[in-house]
């Protein structure tokens, strides 16, 4: 099982500012698989980012992802009000288990 | 296309926990249709997927206690959950991957039902 460690936990930020999230993987990953959601509270998570850069429909280009191998990252450029929520991320490979890290928190500084 | 999850809110510890997603203004075919569930303590967790063809795949942690399946019929993904215990309480999700134009990620959820096992 591939376990995807998230960091930081908590990001605290003011809007306006950039974020960057981190997820790193115990083993490598397929850089078609990884993938970020955004979840707010009392609601289901959303897919923001898939094949690790590929923004999903209606996304909007402030969010982004890079990465490859073990470690991927999730940036939104310049933070909006309705940002701050939870951020997961998770890897979707061609041999499950599928798993999920354990969440980053973006909030309001 | 639209998800909607159903079924008891409470179950009692030891019997089987039986939900069902309706799924509306699509098809079945061509996708994963994964189950996912979520509590405080440990986050999101996978629990499998049955595919269109109706291949399965569990999470090892609950293979021996999980089943899910198709009701093409009906537009329905079942999920049943046997011998359940305190520690499956969660709010579980019925979630669409598309393998090809998303890479099997997971692009449409359902609200979401809590499930909480009490006596």
């Known amino acids: 099982e591939i376990v995807l460690t998230q960091s930081p936990g908590i990001l605290s930020l003011s809007p306006g500012e950039r974020a960057t999230l981190s997820c790193r993987a115990s083993?490598?990953?397929?850089?078609?698989?990884v993938t970020w959601y955004q979840q707010k509270p009392g609601q289901r998570p959303r897919l923001l980012i898939y094949?690790?850069?590929r923004r999903a429909p209606g996304i909007p280009d402030r969010f982004s992802g890079t990465g490859s191998g073990t470690d991927f990252s999730l940036t939104i450029s310049r933070l909006e009000p309705e940002d701050f929520a939870v951020y997961y991320c998770?890897?979707?490979?061609?041999?499950?288990?599928?798993?999920f890290g354990q969440g980053t928190k973006v909030e309001i500084k | 296309v639209q998800l909607q999850e159903s079924g008891p809110g409470v179950v009692k510890p030891s019997e089987t926990l039986s939900l069902t997603c309706s799924v509306s203004?699509?098809?079945?075919?061509?996708?994963?249709w994964s189950w996912i569930r979520q509590t405080p303590g440990k986050g999101l967790e996978w629990i499998g997927y049955?595919?269109?063809?109706?291949?399965?795949n569990y999470n090892p942690s609950l293979q021996s206690r999980v089943t899910i399946s198709l009701d093409t019929s009906k537009n329905q993904v079942s999920l049943k959950l046997r011998s359940v215990t305190a520690a499956d309480t969660a709010v579980f999700f019925c979630?669409?991957?598309?393998?090809?134009?998303?890479?099997?990620?997971?692009?449409?959820w359902g609200p979401g039902t809590p499930v909480t096992v009490s006596s």
């Open positions: 979630a669409r991957s598309a393998p090809l134009s998303f890479f099997n990620s997971l692009d449409v």
């Open positions: 203004g699509g098809s079945i075919s061509g996708y994963y």
């Open positions: 049955v595919y269109y063809s109706g291949t399965t």
């Open positions: 083993h490598n990953v397929s850089t078609n698989y």
């Open positions: 094949g690790a850069s």
């Open positions: 998770q890897q979707c490979g061609t041999s499950p288990p599928w798993t």
